[in-house]
């Protein structure tokens, strides 16, 4: 986040991955595993290889990856996206707990 010069706030809207999860898993502090696809998002979020997170995390020596930059349209793509399956799931999470009082009327 330091050579991005990303904040945690940033980088959990360029990655979907919470602040919370983000502070857990750059302190070490998660009783959790770690799943692949959050490190992956985060890797993607920070320009890196998918992989690139969960090499470093098994201990291995990541390929030499150079930062690319990613455009901006390319970001904001990734964060409107994020946005509209966080709204859609909030949604479906709202008709499933409407249905049960629609059925009553």
């Known amino acids: 986040m330091r050579e991005r010069r990303m904040s945690q706030?940033?980088?959990?809207?360029?990655?979907?991955?919470?602040v919370a999860t983000l502070r857990?898993?750059?302190r070490g502090t998660s009783s959790r595993r770690a799943q692949d696809s959050t490190l992956a998002?985060?890797?993607r979020a920070l320009g890196w290889p998918d992989d690139h997170l969960l090499t470093v995390l098994l201990g291995r020596q990541p390929d030499e990856v150079?930062?690319?930059?990613l455009p901006v349209d390319q970001q904001i793509l990734d964060v409107l996206l994020?946005?509209?399956r966080s709204?859609?799931?909030?949604?479906?999470?709202?008709?499933?707990?409407a249905e049960p009082y629609d059925s009553v009327r």
């Open 87 to 97: 709204v859609a799931a909030i949604g479906a999470q709202l008709h499933a707990t």
């Open 82 to 84: 994020r946005i509209e």
């Open 9 to 18: 706030q940033a980088l959990a809207a360029a990655s979907g991955v919470s």
């Open 66 to 69: 150079p930062l690319r930059a």
């Open 41 to 43: 998002a985060i890797s």
């Open 24 to 26: 857990e898993l750059a």
